[in-house]
């Protein structure tokens, strides 16, 4: 990492400290921030993190760790995420995956050569009456056909 | 994006006309302790899965010494199967945050935290509006409709992930800015919760109810449902059916009347209660809802008789092995080991003593994990097996009947 984007991060987890405080309850908070915005927590991220709020950086590593909406690995710009789970799998989830698979040219868990796409199975979105459901960052998508699901990957930047 | 179906659902206590702040302005009119009485009447039980009765944990919170108490919304809506929450939130936030000030009032809170799962982030602004809403109307903030040193304000805390999160005390190990691992109980949050103070945990149902229990009064709250299992339930109905979504029906609907209503045909199984409840074969559709006889958070997930059981069952534990906090043997293995089973007799490689040994795992399961979710995944193991035997068994000599 550059010194100048360093100072950058170090600067805007700063000002997430100003906002959110210093107390540990916070610590989710602001790797939330982080995470939206760079799609992932980076290391030294973590250690800055880990020295404004006063505690080892293994703390802020162990939480990462936990939550699958935490990731310390770039993922790629826009992160897919297609349920997985009973009732959408009966609604032919496996027609949509395939044909997203199929276009993107990557298999769920990859990410496309541009980094444009991150695509990763999830477990039930409440969704479940809507069937086919996936998520695109924080929309949520239902009802799903193959095609409608690839015009939808298509439209987004 | 969602649709919003306020206008034209049906139910006879939560899905009915309701003008925000009624409730409330109702309870601060009226003493704490009759406020608690009015839902102590209801027998109200709560609608995330336990059925711990509302009023016994709002009157054991009110009761503990504290400067600083708090109420949490769980939202973290994360069973297989269920959405209600969802709807609730994004159709009825009235009911829900009116039942989160009154429970504020009741116990003696000045803060109440929305724990909302990280799936639904999309409804965060609506909800940030609303809560703005709430303060100008002076239904959150300072001397609460006019109510001397009652104060109090909402705030909505995102989950990211996990569905172990909602279990209460792993929600507020998350809340405190730790890995979601449930703690030991005792001690329980109404005495020692977030931040270690007394904490009313509850879920967003359950909320609702009571924002309409204080507008109507217990006694006729008592009106509907059964004398164990008093007023209506929200049922999220997924799968093989016509008309999927959410229902609200009193408590003691049978699960063959709920078919009927659903549009469901050649039913085979129903899973009632998502992944860590339990499922039914057609011997068992005269079972009614309900804390006597099928308890249930409300998921109910149906399955026609194109459905394969075993694939079912697999979904299900593979979900389970995803989701377990690793923090005890009993489930971080035993699930692994149960998917493994599944797997087993999938490929048709397995004995008969060897699955009997499986099975008992699942009953050390329930009784030895340390939270709920090690104590209830065994659940859909052991009701697959049970109830569809037959099926299952034709994986072992080579055919599969049962398809
Ligand atoms: C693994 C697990 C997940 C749970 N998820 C939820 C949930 O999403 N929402 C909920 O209200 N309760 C959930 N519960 C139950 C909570 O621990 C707690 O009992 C409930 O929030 C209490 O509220 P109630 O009394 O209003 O039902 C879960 C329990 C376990 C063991
Ligand atoms: S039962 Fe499972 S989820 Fe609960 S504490 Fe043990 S390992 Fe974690
Ligand atoms: S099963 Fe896919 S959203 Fe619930």
């Known amino acids: 990492m550059l010194v100048a984007e360093k100072n950058a991060l170090t600067e805007e987890i700063e000002q997430l400290v100003e906002k959110y405080g210093k107390d540990r309850s916070a610590l989710l908070e602001i790797l939330h921030e982080i995470q939206k915005k760079h799609r992932s927590i980076p290391d030294f991220a973590q250690q800055e993190v880990a020295r404004l709020l006063e505690i080892h950086p293994v703390e802020v590593y162990s939480v990462i760790s936990f939550y699958t909406f935490l990731n310390t690995e770039p993922k790629g710009r826009n992160l897919v995420r297609i349920c997985q789970t009973i009732s959408c799998d009966m609604k032919n989830k496996q027609a949509v995956v395939n044909a997203v698979e199929r276009e993107l040219g990557v298999k769920i868990g990859e990410t496309t050569r541009d980094r444009k796409f991150t695509v990763e199975y999830t477990n039930c979105m409440g969704l479940c009456d809507q069937g086919p459901a996936m998520a695109v960052n924080e929309r949520v998508y239902m009802k799903l056909t193959p095609e409608k699901a690839v015009e939808i990957l298509n439209e987004v930047k | ?403």
């Open chain 2, 1 to 403: 994006m969602v649709e919003n179906l306020r206008e034209t659902r049906q139910g006879e206590v939560l899905f009915t006309d309701y003008t925000r702040g009624e409730s409330v302005k109702k309870a601060l009119s009226m003493e704490r302790q009759d406020v608690l009485f009015e839902i102590k009447d209801s027998k109200l039980k709560g609608r995330g899965g336990a059925g711990f009765p509302t009023s016994t944990k709002w009157m054991l919170t009110a009761a503990a010494k504290s400067e600083e108490k708090y109420v949490v919304c769980n939202a973290d809506e994360g069973e297989p199967g269920t959405f209600k929450d969802r709807v609730l939130l994004w159709e009825y936030p009235d009911l829900v945050f009116d039942g989160m000030i009154i429970a504020g009032y009741v116990i003696g809170a000045k803060e109440g935290i929305l724990y909302l799962r990280g799936e639904y982030e999309y409804m965060l602004p609506s909800l940030e509006a609303y809560l703005e809403e709430l303060r100008k109307d002076n239904l959150l903030g300072e001397n609460i409709c006019g109510k001397e040193g009652f104060n109090y304000d909402i705030r909505i805390h995102l989950g990211h992930g996990a569905y172990v999160c909602g279990e209460e005390t792993a929600l507020i190990e998350s809340l405190e800015g730790h890995r979601g691992e449930a703690r030991n109980r005792p001690p329980f949050p109404v005495t020692t919760g977030f931040n270690k103070k007394p904490t009313v945990v509850n879920n967003v149902e359950t909320l609702a109810a009571v924002t309409r229990i204080v507008e109507k009064g217990g006694e006729w709250y008592k009106t509907h449902g059964t004398d164990k299992s008093t007023g209506s339930k929200l049922l999220s109905v997924s799968g093989d059916c016509e008309k999927p979504g959410v229902y609200e029906l009193p408590w003691g609907t049978t699960i063959s009347e709920l078919l009927e209503k659903v549009g469901a045909k050649n039913t085979k199984a129903v899973q009632v209660g998502g992944a860590s409840g339990v499922c039914l074969n057609k011997a068992q559709f005269d079972r009614t809802l309900g804390y006597e006889d099928v308890g249930t958070g409300g998921s109910v997930i149906i399955f026609d008789e194109s459905r394969d059981m075993l694939k079912v069952l697999k979904n299900f534990m593979e979900f389970f092995v995803e989701e377990s906090c690793g923090q005890c043997i009993p489930c971080r293995v035993g699930n692994t080991k149960l998917l493994e089973g599944v797997e087993m007799i999938e490929k048709g490689e397995f004995t008969f003593g060897y699955i009997n040994k499986l099975k008992d795992l699942g009953k050390s399961m329930q009784v030895s994990s340390k939270c709920g979710l090690g104590q209830s995944s065994p659940n859909s193991f052991l009701t697959i097996l049970e109830n569809f035997k037959d099926e299952i068994l034709n994986y072992a000599n080579g055919g599969r009947n049962g398809k």
